[in-house]
């Protein structure tokens, strides 16, 4: 038997994880014959910014959409393990419908002016699916959601595809900008087509870039955790809405009312407060071997989900990463814990990632 002592470093702190190769980029887009070919600014910040205002589909002041596309989910090494087809009708940022529907796992949301209701399964999103409607519509957080961090530039090149980056890099980073939450864009305009959380956890790349309404869509992308495919994700139709009150929004009967789930990878929102209140009852591996020699101790990236009531209350936790002897403790140490939820949202559930390194040595007879 194995014995192993561990120590836990920076167990909260967001987006912890091993530099991994990228993935594969296609080439640039082709130019568009909009307005969107505008330059990329060479200030951090406000590449960014327009970054943002320029991707995805988190805009409010658009025209009513349908969008129709296939995924496929993966487990941690990489194997596939559901498919089905994401759609979602949207007329107004509190007038929307999504729904997932699976092999393995199909639920239905309404978001309408009197609330929240759900129908299918009542869980949360399998991890790898919380991903999907951000990398689409919002694969640049909002200010502030990544809290108080220094914009930096810098270059980086995936498959011989040149790509000019902006990195947020908080002052007790190690490892520079290579290792802090980053997104690089095309090198003249600001398409996205790469994206990684700090110390390169979480990896998202853009492929098949279209427009929209004035906007940069990805018509394909593949997020990876730790260097291992995830989830892959693919449009197959994104058009306007006719004029009309809008269709199948309205609950249906068996659909039940709920507090508005908020999936993120982030420890920080700008309309949710969450601290943690009580440090939780600590639990250690069994320390019973007959081992004596100490080898080469070893460093583990670690990942939990958390799923969190509007009272604080942890819900579920799931360990997604790190050696399969200790996630069991991970999780004990993640389901006793405390948190102090406030939101300026009303009702919510919160799901965020703890993040850490891991310290093993290990002893052998």
Known sequence: MKNFSLLLIGILIPHLAAAQSPPKADSPSAQPTSLLDSATPADPQQRLEIGRELNGLADDHLKPWHLRADYEVFDELGKPTDHGVFEEWWYGANMFK??????????????????????????????????LRDIIEEPIPPPGALGKLRAVNFKRS?????????????????????????????????????????????????????????????????????????????????????????????????????????????????????????????????????????????????????RIAEDGRVIDAESIAGPITIRGDFEYIARHRKYDLTSDRGPVEVEIEINGFLLTSMRRP
Not at 99 to 113: L, N
Not at 190 to 219: C, D, M, S, W
Request: proline content about 8%.
């Open 158 to 306: 995936l498959d011989d595809v040149a790509m000019s980056c902006s990195a947020l890099t908080p002052s007790t980073l190690f490892g520079g900008e290579s290792e802090a939450a980053s997104y690089c864009f095309e090198t003249g305009r600001p398409v996205l087509r790469f994206a990684n959380t700090q110390y390169v956890f979480h990896q998202t790349i853009y492929n098949k870039i279209g427009e929209f309404q004035g906007r940069f869509i990805a018509h394909e992308a593949r997020h990876l955790l730790l260097g291992v495919p995830a989830l892959n994700i693919e449009i197959t139709s994104l058009n306007l809405i006719g004029p009309g009150d809008p269709q199948g929004v309205d609950p249906p009967l068996n659909a039940s009312p709920v507090p508005e789930r908020i999936e993120t990878v982030l420890c920080t929102h700008p309309e949710i407060k969450l601290t943690w209140v009580d440090p939780g009852r600590q639990h250690k591996p069994n320390a019973a071997s007959s081992d004596q020699r100490t080898t080469q101790p070893r460093i583990h990236q670690l990942l939990t989900i958390v």
């Open 98 to 131: 999504v729904t997932y529907a699976g092999k393995k796992f199909s639920q239905q949301e309404f978001h309408t002016a009197s609330g929240i209701y759900r129908s299918g399964n009542p869980d949360w999103l399998p991890w790898q699916l919380t991903f």
